[in-house]
Structures are given as structure tokens and as C-alpha cells.
């Protein structure tokens, strides 16, 4: 236990610094004292060059400044459009658990907007490099289809047209599989107080329900089915860890998300001189991840 709560400190201690050098802005109609308009994800990844080749070189993504701490724990951090997509590289043994949304309760999705005159060049990078892509779904706006990373992480790319706006591409989805499309709903309204949108038909007799927060997406479906949950910190899980909201004062945060019948899963403490962190607890143990930088 105390082994885990070290590196859990660590871990902290590592977003820590990737925010303090990438910086946050006051934004406004942002729920719960959010400083940016967006959200950040948090992964477990078990190979830092196999990281690096799928999110850099293959999908083309920037890189930003690496944080090493040591041998066995480095964060890897890449950037698409303004949202940062941080990798812990977990050298615990574990393993990812392929299948995508249907396999499992929890973070099993991000969706990545690129300009549509990059599809090509992206596509065959993926093939060259042996990923394997899924079939595209095309209209005249956009073309996405899925590809697993090493991990067997999911990532939807969505080409998106010039019709829409290259502003576009800034946009970043985060796809949820929970137990419970009613409680899920209910707890990212009243609870963390995102923006609820219009329901979908998903097809294949499922439905998509979407909130939103900023120019952050996060959809989440329902499959059915006897399936795990995968949810859990970097050190506990290869995958789709937490989703990270930068704020300005984590104590209030933690008032309200109580008050509002949310759970804690850690609480706030601080480290060094630079930053506050805790982590809230969802349905299907879905982890949101809210920083605090003090200076």
C-alpha cells in the first residue's frame, strides 16, 4: 500500500511539472473553477518507444518536454490541438485489455480530429508501421474509423472537412462504456456539472449519450453484457487512466463534488510548492483527476 501511494505522489509530482510549463488561462462557463477549456488525459502505457512511434511518428501528434524521474517512470506528453495526452509508462506487468468500448466499463476511447487533407498521409503510416485500422464510416463532413495502439488502447481518428472549420480539429472526444446510462448521465450533470447534449441513436441498438465541457466531448455507451470494469490510477491499469481538469482552487472542488453526492477517491494534498491534486471516483470506478497549480 505505501509502495503504490509513493508512486501515486510521483505521478502527481509529474503532472505538476508538465502543467507548470505548459501554463493555464482563465476561461469562462466552465464548471467547477476550471482554468482551461478543456479537459487533459491521463495513460498507463507499458513501452515508451512504442509510444512514441504510434502518437508521434504514426498519428503525427507534437510532442512536448518528457518528465523522468527515474528508470522505471517516465511521463511521455504529446499535445493535439490544445489538449496534452500524458503517458505514464508502467512497468508493473500489466496489460491493456483489447476489445475497445464493448469490453469493458470505463475510459475505453479517445477520439482524435485531424484535417482531412492529412488522411492520407496518416493512413499510411498507420498500415507501414503494422497497426491495423477498422473500417471508416464517410459522409461529406467527416471519415472516422478506430485503431488500437500497442496497448491495445483505442483511438478513433476523425478526419474532419474543410466545411466544418479547420477550428475543428481543436476538438477532442473521450469515450466512455459505463453500466449505467441513466447514472452516468445524471452523475457528470448534477455531479462534476458538465453540459448535457442531445441523446443518439447509436445503432445496432445501442445509444450514445454526450456531455460536454468546453471544446471537450465525452460520449458513453451502454453494450450490455457481463463485461469488467477497467478503471483504476496509471499504477494500477494499462490504459485510459483519468480525465484531468485543471482548476483553481481543489478545495472548493472537493466541497461541491461532497455536497453533490460525490465520492473521493483521493484526497487533496499538496506537492512541494507547486501543486495540489485529487481524484474524484465515478460510476464504474471511473477516475477524474482534478490539479491545482499554486504559483
Same mark, same amino acid.
Given at each position: 500500500?505505501?509502495?503504490?501511494?509513493?508512486?501515486?505522489?510521483?505521478?502527481?509530482?509529474?503532472?505538476?511539472?508538465?502543467?507548470?510549463?505548459?501554463?493555464?488561462?482563465?476561461?469562462?462557463?466552465?464548471?467547477?473553477?476550471?482554468?482551461?477549456?478543456?479537459?487533459?488525459?491521463?495513460?498507463?502505457?507499458?513501452?515508451?518507444?512504442?509510444?512514441?512511434?504510434?502518437?508521434?511518428?504514426?498519428?503525427?501528434?507534437?510532442?512536448?518536454?518528457?518528465?523522468?524521474?527515474?528508470?522505471?517512470?517516465?511521463?511521455?506528453?504529446?499535445?493535439?490541438?490544445?489538449?496534452?495526452?500524458?503517458?505514464?509508462?508502467?512497468?508493473?506487468?500489466?496489460?491493456?485489455?483489447?476489445?475497445?468500448?464493448?469490453?469493458?466499463?470505463?475510459?475505453?476511447?479517445?477520439?482524435?480530429?485531424?484535417?482531412?487533407?492529412?488522411?492520407?498521409?496518416?493512413?499510411?503510416?498507420?498500415?507501414?508501421?503494422?497497426?491495423?485500422? #477498422?473500417?471508416?464510416?464517410?459522409?461529406?463532413?467527416?471519415?472516422? @474509423?478506430? +485503431?488500437? %495502439? &500497442?496497448?491495445? /488502447?483505442?483511438? *478513433?481518428?476523425?478526419?474532419?472537412?474543410?466545411?466544418?472549420?479547420?477550428?475543428?480539429?481543436?476538438?477532442?472526444?473521450?469515450?466512455?462504456?459505463?453500466?449505467?446510462?441513466?447514472?452516468?448521465?445524471?452523475?457528470?450533470?448534477?455531479?462534476?456539472?458538465?453540459?448535457?447534449?442531445?441523446?443518439?441513436?447509436?445503432?445496432?441498438?445501442?445509444?450514445?449519450?454526450?456531455?460536454?465541457? #468546453?471544446?471537450?466531448?465525452?460520449?458513453?455507451?451502454?453494450?450490455? @453484457?457481463? +463485461?469488467? %470494469? &477497467?478503471?483504476? /490510477?496509471?499504477? *494500477?491499469?494499462?490504459?485510459?487512466?483519468?480525465?484531468?481538469?485543471?482548476?483553481?482552487?481543489?478545495?472548493?472542488?472537493?466541497?461541491?463534488?461532497?455536497?453533490?453526492?460525490?465520492?473521493?477517491?483521493?484526497?487533496?494534498?499538496?506537492?512541494?510548492?507547486?501543486?495540489?491534486?485529487?481524484?474524484?471516483?465515478?460510476?464504474?470506478?471511473?477516475?477524474?483527476?482534478?490539479?491545482?497549480?499554486?504559483?
Amino acid at each position: 500500500m505505501q509502495q503504490k501511494k509513493m508512486k501515486h505522489l510521483v505521478v502527481a509530482a509529474a503532472l505538476a511539472t508538465a502543467l507548470s510549463v505548459l501554463g493555464v488561462a482563465q476561461a469562462a462557463d466552465l464548471p467547477l473553477g476550471m482554468v482551461q477549456n478543456h479537459m487533459n488525459l491521463v495513460v498507463s502505457a507499458t513501452d515508451a518507444e512504442k509510444t512514441i512511434e504510434f502518437y508521434g511518428t504514426v498519428l503525427g501528434l507534437e510532442r512536448l518536454e518528457d518528465v523522468k524521474f527515474s528508470d522505471d517512470l517516465n511521463l511521455l506528453r504529446f499535445k493535439i490541438g490544445v489538449t496534452e495526452i500524458q503517458f505514464l509508462i508502467n512497468q508493473e506487468g500489466h496489460k491493456g485489455l483489447p476489445g475497445g468500448l464493448g469490453s469493458a466499463h470505463g475510459i475505453r476511447l479517445m477520439a482524435l480530429m485531424f484535417p482531412v487533407a492529412e488522411r492520407a498521409a496518416i493512413m499510411e503510416r498507420v498500415e507501414s508501421h503494422g497497426y491495423k485500422a #477498422g473500417k471508416f464510416t464517410e459522409n461529406e463532413t467527416v471519415a472516422y @474509423g478506430v +485503431v488500437d %495502439d &500497442h496497448d491495445a /488502447t483505442q483511438v *478513433e481518428l476523425v478526419f474532419v472537412h474543410e466545411s466544418l472549420g479547420l477550428e475543428a480539429s481543436e476538438w477532442f472526444q473521450i469515450g466512455l462504456n459505463v453500466g449505467d446510462m441513466d447514472g452516468m448521465k445524471t452523475y457528470l450533470t448534477d455531479v462534476m456539472g458538465y453540459e448535457e447534449l442531445a441523446d443518439e441513436d447509436n445503432g445496432g441498438g445501442t445509444m450514445k449519450y454526450s456531455s460536454q465541457v #468546453g471544446i471537450t466531448r465525452v460520449k458513453y455507451f451502454h453494450f450490455g @453484457g457481463d +463485461v469488467p %470494469d &477497467h478503471s483504476g /490510477t496509471p499504477g *494500477e491499469i494499462v490504459g485510459m487512466s483519468m480525465i484531468q481538469h485543471v482548476v483553481s482552487d481543489v478545495d472548493a472542488v472537493r466541497k461541491t463534488i461532497t455536497e453533490r453526492g460525490g465520492t473521493i477517491h483521493t484526497e487533496p494534498y499538496v506537492i512541494g510548492e507547486l501543486l495540489k491534486h485529487m481524484v474524484v471516483e465515478g460510476p464504474d470506478g471511473i477516475l477524474f483527476q482534478f490539479i491545482q497549480l499554486l504559483h
